[in-house]
């Protein structure tokens, strides 16, 4: 059975390493919806798996993971100091409110289903 939009992407972003990040637009297209970015977001809004510590489960999402294009950190259910803190745990350096996506960013391969 095929999984939902939102079900892919949850897979999709699981496999985003610690210490990298990824982009809405790329998790979108990476779902094969390149035009899908703020449907992205609205998933990670409604993630009912979130990270809220450093120990993920198998089913845990780690939304704080998802940068906009920019590398700008913004949109984060509990507020972008907490998503700011948790990359940071993670070794991801975030300056002025931005993360460096050609150190930090994680490619994801195209079409995933």
Do not use: W
Request: aromatic share 6%; charged share 20%; glycine share 10%.
């Amino acid at each position: 059975m095929p999984l939902s939009f939102t079900e892919n992407v949850y897979r999709i972003l699981r496999g985003v390493l610690r210490g990298r990040v990824t982009t809405y637009a790329a998790l979108a297209r990476a779902a094969g919806c390149p035009r899908a970015a703020r449907a992205v977001g609205n998933a990670m809004h409604r993630n009912p798996y979130p990270s809220t510590s450093l120990k993920a489960g198998a089913r845990t999402v780690p939304c704080h993971r998802v940068v906009c294009a920019d590398g700008a950190v913004e949109g984060f259910a509990r507020g972008t100091a907490a998503k700011v803190r948790m990359l940071r745990l993670e070794g991801v350096i975030v300056r002025n409110g931005r993360v460096d996506l050609s150190r930090f960013g994680y490619a994801l391969s195209g079409r995933s289903r």
